[in-house]
């Protein structure tokens, strides 16, 4: 199921509000032959994450959960850029399990997100308690603004808001989850980089009908590791005539 992009929260005591949390989608699945972990395109997340599948095996067979892997940093803050170097970052790992679709073999579709929320809370039991990579996701029942300002001041990425009476319907968008994001995010393309070590930054811009315009470089999250990476994927792309239409 998924949240719908909202430009303002609703309220009311029908809804209750989680903070929204940066990282992968994940399904986690138990069954008599052990634990299954999925993105939300069905790729496996098992191998990928192993101690967060070593800890779901204290789940009862035949349940699923729906949550949220991130990674968090120093400060306890949801961090992308971690999350994609999970390996060499593996303590920083932490699953927020927010909903329960199939507890004990019973399906939970039918049933309101409240009594679902209250089974979720049955079924982690002592593994979100004892080791802590397996987490409760927490909700509020307050008012969304004072979220939001707060979403804002820890840079969070935004305020998810559930109708409490929802059922849970899969791969559908209806509206009673919404999403509010405080971050505001553009989709841009790669048209060049400057050289480093081996690239110092990557220049990005966005396309206005068939022009590619010029928006910046970007230095930020280049770690070692991911400048190495893009310029593997870059080399063997270079054109002799510049992309943009307004490069500086």
Known sequence: ?????????PEGKDWLYEIKLDGYRCLAGRDSTGVTLWSRRKNLFTKQFPRIAQ???GLKPDTLVDGEIVALDKNGRPSFNLLQHHRSQASAIRYYAFDLIIYRGKSLLGI?????????????????????LVRLSQVFE????????????LGFEGVVAKRKDSVYESGKRTGAWVKYKVNRGQEFVIGGYTPGNPIDAIIVGYYDADRLLY?????????????????ARLKG?????CPFANLP
């Open 1 to 9: 199921m998924y949240a719908r992009l909202v430009g303002e929260l």
């Open 142 to 153: 307050d008012g969304p603004k004072n979220l939001v300002t707060a979403a804002k001041e």
């Open 55 to 57: 800890v779901c095996k």
């Open 215 to 231: 928006v910046a470089k970007v230095r930020n999250g280049f770690v070692p590791q991911v400048r190495r990476e893009v310029a």
């Open 112 to 132: 309101s997100l409240d009594q679902r929320r209250e089974l979720l809370a049955e079924a982690l039991g002592n593994i979100a308690v004892s080791d802590g």
């Open 237 to 241: 792309l270079e054109i002799k005539t």
